[in-house]
């Protein structure tokens, strides 16, 4: 690729699904929200994914 540089494009090309992992962790964090009103609770839930990015080697080419 070419440098980078003011007012220039740089464009990136490849075989993106071959290069990158995308990893989905099973699981589900709940968290209650400890400031809502009593009568009504409310719930926080979050979960994690993690991508990386894959190195080949010219041997593997």
Do not use: H, Q
């Not at 740089?10 to 009568?39: N, Q, W």
Request: charged share 20%; net charge positive; proline share 7%.
């Amino acid at each position: 690729m070419s440098e980078i540089l003011p007012r220039s494009v740089s464009v990136g090309y490849g075989d993106f699904r071959r290069g990158t992992l995308i990893v989905d962790c099973e699981g589900v964090r709940v968290l209650r929200d400890p400031y809502s009103a009593k009568p009504i609770v409310l719930f926080n839930g979050a979960t994690r994914a993690v991508a990386a990015c894959r190195i080949s080697t010219p041997s593997s080419w």
